[in-house]
T-cell receptor, first 113, second 113 residues
Framework: RKEVEQDPGPFNVPEGATVAFNCTYS??????FFWYRQDCRKEPKLLMS???SGNEDGRFTAQLNRASQYISLLIRDSKLSDSATYLC??????????????FGRGTQLTVWP | DAGVTQSPTHLIKTRGQQVTLRCSPK?????VSWYQQALGQEPQFIFQ???????QRGNFPDRFSGHQFPNYSSELNVNALLLGDSALYLC????????????FGQGTRLTVV
């Protein structure tokens, strides 16, 4: 079983739509949670960290449910520039207290005009 | 404040050759992790360096080795290159302490012919 399970999509939505991505993680000792955005053939870029209380950054809202080991990302009022792959990432300890990142397979989003 | 820098950006090598990729972490970061990302896949963890030692390793053969220098920069070496080693190699830097955000360099695109 993968550490992080994520619906790969693809999601194809019109401009202005609201779209939600979800993922689940298997390690209950996971310490921190992130959403990264990756454009084609580019490096992943940190979109936002995810906190238990939920957090919002403009059109983006992320939520974490530790009891269900579930993470979500909501994008409101989608823009063409939101088209990318969104990676759900979890930092969990394994053999080292340093922790390491575990990636979901990414969800591909295409926003069309 | 310089972010994570990697060199070279692109590289073409022949099967059987050896390659060295370089990474300078973000200022203030002391931990470097390397990832391999094949086209259409999520990044796969190769290994992590902290205090000049390999701390964690993913499921990669011994042909993949690395080093971290006192200034926290790092190298990834791959010996006896195979066609299947063609990928985007990403370096991520973070601050030790578990749970820290990681920032990626732009990657080195390696093509093995």
């Amino acid at each position: 079983r993968k550490e992080v399970e994520q619906d790969p999509g693809p999601f194809n939505v019109p401009e202005g739509a609201t779209v939600a991505f979800n993922c689940t993680y298997s390690n209950s000792a996971s310490q921190s949670f992130f959403w990264y955005r990756q454009d084609c053939r580019k490096e992943p870029k940190l979109l936002m960290s995810v906190y238990s209380s939920g957090n919002e950054d403009g059109r983006f809202t992320a939520q974490l449910n530790r009891a269900s080991q579930y993470i979500s990302l909501l994008i409101r009022d989608s823009k063409l520039s939101d088209s990318a792959t969104y990676l759900c990432v979890v930092n969990a300890p394994r053999s080292s207290t340093l922790g390491r990142l575990y990636f979901g397979r990414g969800t591909q989003l295409t926003v069309w005009p | 404040d310089a972010g994570v820098t990697q060199s070279p950006t692109h590289l073409i090598k022949t099967r059987g050759q050896q390659v060295t990729l370089r990474c300078s972490p973000k200022s203030g970061h002391d931990t470097v992790s390397w990832y391999q990302q094949a086209l259409g896949q999520e990044p796969q963890f190769i290994f992590q360096y902290y205090e000049e030692e390999e701390r964690q390793r993913g499921n990669f053969p011994d042909r993949f080795s690395g080093h971290q220098f006192p200034n926290y920069s790092s190298e990834l070496n791959v010996n006896a290159l195979l066609l299947g080693d063609s990928a985007l190699y990403l370096c991520a830097s973070s601050l030790a302490g578990g749970g820290a955000e990681a920032f990626f360099g732009q990657g080195t695109r390696l093509t093995v012919v």
